[in-house]
């Protein structure tokens, strides 16, 4: 079962020290083997969704997101990426505004809910 959020929207005020206090909490998370019960997190079930999901921490770089943890593969059997917000000046991106995965959570500043 998977409960985790696909995109936040911040209001300005608070995205740094929000992204801040979420990279710390990403830093701390097992990852691993979904059968051990210690691990947090696990690796995508498939190599189209772990392709899929690298092609968005490329795309989150290439339309100038700022990567705030994570970003990468993980360098071991299986297809494990590491957990990923971006931050994005606008939410209006490719990428903030399609259906990425737990893995890759786009943030967005914004103002008011009407920006939502």
């Known amino acids: 079962m998977c409960a985790a959020g696909e995109r936040f929207f911040v209001h300005r005020s608070r995205i740094d020290d929000t992204l801040a206090e ?9 990852i691993g083997d979904p059968l051990d019960e210690d691990t947090q997190f696990g690796p995508l079930s498939n190599k189209a969704h772990f392709e899929k999901i690298n092609s968005f921490f490329a795309q989150a770089r290439s339309e100038g997101d700022t990567i ?4 990468q593969a993980l360098d071991r059997p299986g297809y494990f990426v590491e957990p990923t917000p971006s931050a994005s000046p ?12 737990a893995r890759s959570v786009p943030s967005s500043r914004m103002t008011t809910r009407r920006n939502c």
């Open 22 to 30: 979420l990279s710390k909490a990403l830093a701390t998370l097992r």
């Open 68 to 71: 705030v943890y994570g970003g």
């Open 90 to 101: 606008t939410h209006r991106r490719r990428c903030s505004t399609r259906k990425p995965s």
